[in-house]
């Protein structure tokens, strides 16, 4: 018995948005069999995974505060994902457009100007732009591998900010911590309330999601792009230009990672320190594919993906589950995901031999 | 006596197509049996599932008479069942012999087995150099190495798809006297072809399919062209005529002393190449695939730019150095060889893929685009040109390869250019279609179009060219006019001979 795997020729408009529908319900019960192999109560740990964490409003803003950088991120890895240049190095950005940014909130001369804001902002995106133009410049002259060089400068930026909070920017009144000084009131989002976390800075998000879709759906720079993702000798032919695309791709991608940066250090840190980022700039890579690289799917993916984070988290805590468990239920999820999108595009086919 | 080979009702079906439906046929011992029928008509499918490289969903095969079971290639060379397929599975980098003791079972030492290669193209007229690496060889010689290869095994049954598509009119002939020796020692030939000529001169019987079905056998040695055509086609074919022209004064596309290296070790370097295409005439360029025409097209078309401008002139201007989009804007369209990913996105819908090309005709405002324009368009190029699709929103890669030509020739012409590049107009198109395809290339023309042709098929370029250049090992021939060339000529200019009687007076060529 032989199995093949072989395209669709119409694939079911149906079944497109049924795919993630199922993909959760297999993770559901797979998952209820795990837990009930293991002696834990597959509906109450279930209910501790998903919607324990979504019950109070305090959950709501952490949950939202999480997914926000998640999904900023993910639209801008998605743009170049979509023209096939490969941007691995979102942390890096965001590291990168974490320092710019503090370095102008700590040390503009008027602390309390109403441009501080803004400035912090613009800080970021273009630090963050010009972590993603080195790769950029590389691919484009001397078609270096841009996974590799994104991944690398990484590591470079990870230890600029460990050189910056250990030494000259660390806080002489912080209890040699390496960390900066607090940013200032005019530094920082406002939050919605000051009981919670979540800030202003999700309608950034919100912008970028819109700008994303409009982006890939309706202009034509769009669209250049994607020919050259899908079909490098179709964009060739038609004059489209490669390195326009890769510059493209990589310095989107580095803006909205250094804007994530960013708001981390305004936001719920307000400050630099070396845990600026739980490693959003890479859980970004999977959001933008559990996301189809589409911008309202994206949302999705990083409301889904901060879902995840958090609910385990509160399992390890409320149920005692150790974290191995809570990760293999996690890719568990993805694996559905990614599998019920496989088979809406192509199908397993039986192989019998001729008699 | 037994048939070496019977089929009986086989079917096979792939997604959204029936390729065989219910096929039987027999082939006797000794007997050069062909399969007719056009592009498409699911004669590759046939083979492939004769020499077992893939299933029936139904039907039965018996080889001398015996059911074969489980079926696989190495089932059929063990039964003596050999095929040369339309493209060449052979390592470059290694010589012929090496690449012949793959496909040996037993153990060899390469020495000997050279000596049995040399003995066996020698008793078949298949010359042939052991010792050769593959990528120094010609297609032809490629050829030959794939049909030495399977004599080797004493076949009993030889399958041979499409082989005269790469081959110079002489190489043709010489190919048929070798197929009518192995007939007459008892092997059986199946021969898969489109063209007529080819069958009637060489085969015994032929089974013609199309859409998948039989239509009829006939003993083509008996038949007219024109009843096997019918069969093949399922109607008669309509005729093309050229109106005479007025050309332009000045060419819209001139090519001067073009010389260009491969950019890889297996392309052809072009050298001194001359050329010039006027407003209102068809050039076209006849040659056996490899040869530089690659390498020329994507010279011509922008998609490979020259560092200096001098040498391609594009409307009197000089534009050698400029980008496939500047060249598409001063009036060039493009047809390439490869429809699926470089002629038009797979994964996008006909009308994305009309703005591949066409965005300039009010696609895009303000950086948007705007797809009611492209799809209209779309619509446009669909009716006019006969594209068997659901509409402008269906996905390019569901089209089949020659409906999507259709289309992409169809969206080219629509651009209104005023030099139009074709590279294998009418591949796998249907003959019908075909027919309108040419005739809409000769009427552009007739509008004051330059219009370059770059095809394998002589028929067609002899059919609808005005002047006819012929490139072999990178040199462009001089041009040769209509009415003034001969098959033999272009044959001998093919295989790079004619050069040489050229500079003796033998064979004189105007221009």
Not at chain 1, 47 to 72: C, G, Q, R, Y
Not at chain 1, 85 to 112: C, R, S
């Amino acid at each position: 018995m032989r199995f093949q795997i072989e395209q669709r020729s119409q694939p079911s408009a149906a079944m497109r948005f049924a795919a993630p529908v199922v993909a959760t319900a297999l993770t559901l019960i797979a998952g209820s069999i795990m837990f009930a192999f293991l002696g834990h109560d597959p509906v109450a740990t279930l209910v501790a995974f998903f919607i324990s964490p979504l019950s109070t409003m305090n959950d709501i803003s952490e949950w939202l505060l999480k997914a926000s950088p998640l999904i900023l991120i993910g639209c801008g890895l998605a743009i170049g994902f979509r023209a096939n240049v490969w941007n691995i190095g979102a942390e890096g950005q965001l590291v990168i457009g974490a320092i710019a940014a503090t370095g102008v909130g700590l040390f503009f001369p008027f602390q309390e100007s109403v441009l501080l804001l803004p400035l912090m902002i613009l800080a970021g995106m273009v630090a963050g732009m010009a972590w993603a133009a080195i790769p950029a410049f590389l691919r484009a002259r001397l078609n270096t591998n841009e996974i590799l060089v994104t991944l690398m400068l990484t590591y470079v930026a990870t230890f600029v900010l460990s050189y910056l909070v250990h030494g000259p920017w660390r806080d002489p009144d912080g209890f040699n911590y390496p960390q900066t000084a607090l940013l200032p009131e005019a530094a920082m989002f406002a939050p919605f309330d000051y009981a919670y976390r979540v800030n202003t800075s999700i309608f950034i998000t919100v912008a970028a999601v819109i700008a994303m879709w409009v982006f890939t759906e309706r202009s034509f720079l769009g669209y250049k792009m994607s020919v050259g993702g899908a079909a490098p000798l179709a964009a060739r032919y038609a004059g489209f230009k490669e390195s326009s695309s890769v510059w493209m791709g990589l310095l989107i991608g580095g803006a909205t990672a250094g804007i994530a940066g960013m708001a981390e250090a305004s936001g719920p840190l307000g400050q630099l320190s070396p845990q600026i980022s739980p490693g959003y700039g890479f859980a970004a890579i999977i959001v933008a594919f559990i996301g189809r690289l589409h911008a309202f799917g994206i949302v999705l993916g990083g409301l889904l993906l901060s879902l995840l984070y958090i609910g385990g988290e509160a399992v390890q805590i409320d149920l005692d589950l150790p974290s191995s468990l809570t990760r293999i239920f996690q890719g568990m999820l993805l694996f559905f995901l990614l599998a019920a999108d496989f088979l809406i595009f192509y199908r397993l086919r039986l192989l019998r031999s001729v008699h | 006596m037994k048939p070496r080979l019977e089929l009986r009702n086989i079917c096979k079906r792939y997604p959204g197509v029936v390729a065989n439906d219910g096929i039987s046929l027999e082939v006797m011992p000794g007997e050069i049996h062909a399969v007719l029928g056009e592009n498409g008509a699911g004669k590759s499918t046939l083979m492939k599932i004769i020499y077992g490289a893939t299933h029936a969903d139904e039907g039965e095969i018996l080889c001398d008479g015996e059911l074969i079971g489980t079926h696989g290639p190495s089932v059929s060379r063990s039964l003596g069942i050999e095929m040369v397929y339309q493209h060449f599975a052979l390592f470059e980098s290694v010589s012929v012999a090496e690449n012949i003791a793959l496909s040996v079972n037993s153990k060899y030492d390469i020495a000997t087995l050279s000596n049995q290669v040399s003995r066996v193209s020698e008793k078949y007229g298949l010359p042939l150099d052991p010792r050769r690496l593959v990528h120094h060889l010609s297609v032809g010689e490629r050829q030959r190495v794939e049909i030495v290869r399977c004599l080797m095994q004493d076949p009993k049954l030889l399958i041979l798809d499409e082989p005269t598509s790469v081959l110079t009119p002489q190489a043709v002939e010489k190919l048929f006297v070798t197929l009518r020796h192995l007939a007459s020692e008892g092997c059986s030939i199946l021969y898969i072809s489109h063209k007529l000529d080819e069958v009637q001169a060489l085969c015994d019987m032929a089974t013609v399919l199309r859409n998948g079905k039989v239509t009829g056998t006939a003993e083509p040695k008996n038949s007219t062209s024109a009843e096997l055509a019918r069969m093949m086609v399922g109607a008669d074919i309509p005729e093309t005529h050229l109106d005479p022209s007025t050309i332009s004064a000045e060419p819209l596309l001139s090519v001067s002393k073009l010389s260009a290296p491969a950019l890889d070790v297996f392309g052809t370097d072009l050298k001194e190449i001359d050329l010039d295409v006027h407003g209102g005439e068809v050039v076209g360029i006849a040659g056996v695939a490899g040869n530089g025409q690659a390498e020329l097209v994507s010279l011509l078309s922008g998609e490979r730019v020259l560092p200096s401008s001098h040498a391609v002139k594009l409307c009197g201007q000089p534009s050698a150095h400029l980008s496939a989009a500047d060249r598409r804007r001063m009036g060039l369209a493009f047809v390439p060889e490869e429809r699926l990913g470089r002629g038009a996105v797979p994964s996008h819908d006909l009308g994305d893929n009309a703005v591949l090309t066409g965005h300039r005709l009010n696609m895009v405002t303000r950086g948007l685009l705007d797809r009611r324009t492209a799809r209209g368009f779309a619509g446009k190029v669909i009716d006019r040109f006969n594209v068997k699709a659901n509409g402008p929103l269906t996905v390019a890669q569901s089209l089949s390869g020659g409906n999507l030509q259709k289309y992409i020739v169809g969206r080219e012409i629509e651009l209104k250019p005023q030099v139009l590049l074709v590279a294998q107009p009418t591949w796998g198109v249907d003959v019908g279609a075909a027919a309108f395809i040419r005739q809409t290339l000769i009427d552009l023309s007739r509008s004051g179009v330059a219009v370059l042709i770059i095809s394998e098929e002589l028929d067609e370029l002899f059919e609808i060219c005005d002047r006819l250049h012929v490139i072999c090992a990178g040199r462009l021939s001089a041009a040769l006019k209509r009415g003034e060339a001969s098959v033999e000529e272009v044959g001998l200019l093919m295989t790079g001979l004619g050069e040489n009687n050229n500079g003796s007076g033998d064979h004189a060529i105007s221009n």
